[in-house]
């Protein structure tokens, strides 16, 4: 697939890129929005490629990326197709862009890990802002899990996605832990099998392959909880201690009941 524009302006940057604050949690689209606002120009790129954006993932929440036309998107950016072609070759050059720029807004909301915390609060965390970041995002999950199927680009995409994830548990085993290259490697093994877990939870709860699982629970406090504890036990293997337990503090009891 061609390279957009947009990426072509970043690759010949050659200053290196700072560190930017963590942002606040919310969609992806109120994000792409609030970029748009912030300009009071009638004609200007920085507020016309994110309303194009912002577009594409509008269509998102109901259609799909793999059927998504130019004519879509500039119908809902009240755009003509002369301006999208300015920033983007196709629908899927700006899908793809979506998808990425929708990940690197991810890693910005991702919650800053103390290292001093115990590992079940880091964890709880995490697993709250997944979540969280899912249902805020739902269908441009939707369409990220879908396309990686069949567009190598989205498929780099979604590895990328998990990697950051993983990366920011494994930084903070750095910091509190005495752990060697090769524990590490074993515990980035452990954090995808993991996480496939809360994947699928997601993709039934979500409808993610189809309709949505009738049958998965829907409160949501109590699966945040549960998923963080399942976790805990699969890496540390040991329950998570009592004091950080609420809504599966039940569980916990009923699985000692159990052994």
Known sequence: ??????????????????????LPLMSFADYLDALVRRSTKQRDPEKTRPLLLAAAVRFSETGSFATMTVRDVVRLANTSHGTFYLYFSSAQDIAVEVLSSFVEYELRTLPDIDKERHPFEVRLAMVRWYQQSFRANVGLMRNMVLLSDSVPEVAEIWRRRGKMIIDRFLDYYRQRYDVTP?????????????????????????????????????????????HATLSYRAIFGVDPPAEFLDRSARFVGLAAKLR
């Open 1 to 22: 697939m061609p390279a957009t524009r947009g990426s072509a302006r970043k690759a010949s940057s050659a200053a290196p890129a700072r560190p930017r604050p963590t």
């Open 182 to 226: 090769e524990d590490l490697n074993l515990l980035r093994i452990a954090h995808h099998a993991v996480g496939s877990m809360s994947d699928h939870s997601l993709f039934a709860r979500y409808g993610v392959h189809g309709a949505s699982e009738t049958s998965e629970e829907r409160d949501e406090d109590l699966l945040i909880e549960l």
